[in-house]
C-alpha cells in the first residue's frame, strides 16, 4: 500500500496530478507550487497546509514574459519571409488580407476555442496573455521613447507649440506605460501557485489552512471542512461544485443545516474567510 503520509514537510513544486489519495495526511505541510490536478482527495487531511506560488513558479512568469514577445516576434519574420518567397507577386496583398481579418481571427478564437484551451490547458492562455501584455508595454515604451525625442526636436526647431503638444502626449503615453507595467505585474502576482482544479476534494479538512494563488476550478468541494480557512487574494473558485461545507473542526457545523447549497450560498460562506 502506498504511503499516504505527507505530514509536516516541505512539498514545493511536486505534483500529484491524477493520483488517488484519498485519505492521505498532508497536514502543516508546504504546499506551494503544488498539483493536485486531477486527483482523488477524497477525506485528505490538509489542516494548517500552505499554498501559492513559489520563486519558481514566478521566475518561469516572468521569463515567459520576456521569451513569448521574442517566439511571436520571430514566428511573424518568419511567416512573412515565407510568404515572400512563396507568394511574391500577391504578398503584400495576403498580408494586408491576414491583418485585416486578425480581429475577426480573434473573435473567433474568443467564441469557439479561448474556452476549450482555458479550460485544458491553462497554463498556455497564461503565457499568452502575459506575452500579450509584455508586448503591448514594449509597444507603448517605444512609443514614449519616440514621443520624447520627437518634441524634443520640436522645442530645438522653434516650434514650441508643437513640442508642448507632443511632450502632453508623451506624459499621456507614460502613463498608459505605467498602467501596462502594473497590470503586468498584477497578472503575474495573480497567477495560480497550487491547484486543485478538478480534484475531487470530497470531505476533506482545510482547518486552520492558509489557502492563496490557488485554483479550485472545477473541483468538488461538497462536504469540505472549512474551519478557520484564510483564503487570501487570488484564489480561483470558479465553477466550485458544492452542496454543503462544514465550518467547525470534526466536520461539525454543516452549511445549509438542511439540503444543499442554492445558486450564490457558496460565495456568500467563502466570502467570510476573504482576507485582503
Not at 74 to 89: E, K, N, P, R, Y
Request: aromatic share 12%; with cysteine; glycine share 6%.
Amino acid at each position: 500500500m502506498t504511503n499516504l503520509n505527507y505530514t509536516n514537510q516541505n512539498l514545493q513544486n511536486c505534483s500529484f496530478k491524477g493520483q488517488d489519495l484519498a485519505g492521505a495526511d498532508f497536514s502543516g505541510s508546504d504546499l506551494r507550487g503544488c498539483n493536485f490536478t486531477g486527483a482523488t482527495l477524497i477525506g485528505t487531511n490538509f489542516q494548517k497546509i500552505k499554498t501559492g506560488q513559489t520563486y519558481r513558479q514566478v521566475n518561469i512568469l516572468i521569463a515567459a514574459s520576456i521569451i513569448c514577445p521574442v517566439v511571436l516576434f520571430g514566428f511573424s519574420t518568419i511567416a512573412i519571409q515565407v510568404s515572400t518567397v512563396l507568394f511574391s507577386d500577391h504578398s503584400d496583398k495576403i498580408l494586408n488580407f491576414f491583418f485585416a481579418a486578425m480581429p475577426l481571427l480573434a473573435l473567433l478564437f474568443q467564441i469557439f476555442i479561448q474556452d476549450s484551451i482555458t479550460s485544458e490547458f491553462p497554463q498556455v492562455t497564461t503565457f499568452l496573455g502575459i506575452g500579450a501584455i509584455t508586448i503591448l508595454f514594449a509597444v507603448m515604451v517605444t512609443f514614449t521613447v519616440g514621443l520624447a525625442i520627437v518634441s524634443t526636436s520640436g522645442f530645438s526647431d522653434g516650434s514650441s507649440s508643437q513640442g508642448f503638444f507632443l511632450l502632453l502626449l508623451m506624459v499621456i503615453s507614460t502613463l498608459l506605460s505605467f498602467r501596462i507595467f502594473k497590470w503586468l505585474i498584477q497578472s503575474i502576482q495573480s497567477n495560480p501557485g497550487t491547484s486543485f482544479r478538478k480534484a475531487n476534494l470530497t470531505d476533506a479538512d482545510f482547518s486552520h489552512s492558509e489557502v492563496q494563488n490557488t485554483d479550485f476550478s472545477f473541483a468538488v468541494l461538497t462536504g469540505a471542512c472549512v474551519f478557520d480557512w484564510a483564503i487570501k487574494p487570488h484564489t480561483q473558485l470558479t465553477n466550485v461544485y458544492c452542496k454543503y461545507l462544514y465550518l467547525e473542526p470534526a466536520h461539525q457545523n454543516r452549511q445549509p443545516a438542511e439540503g444543499n447549497f442554492k445558486p450564490g450560498d457558496l460565495g456568500r460562506v467563502l466570502i467570510r474567510f476573504m482576507i485582503k
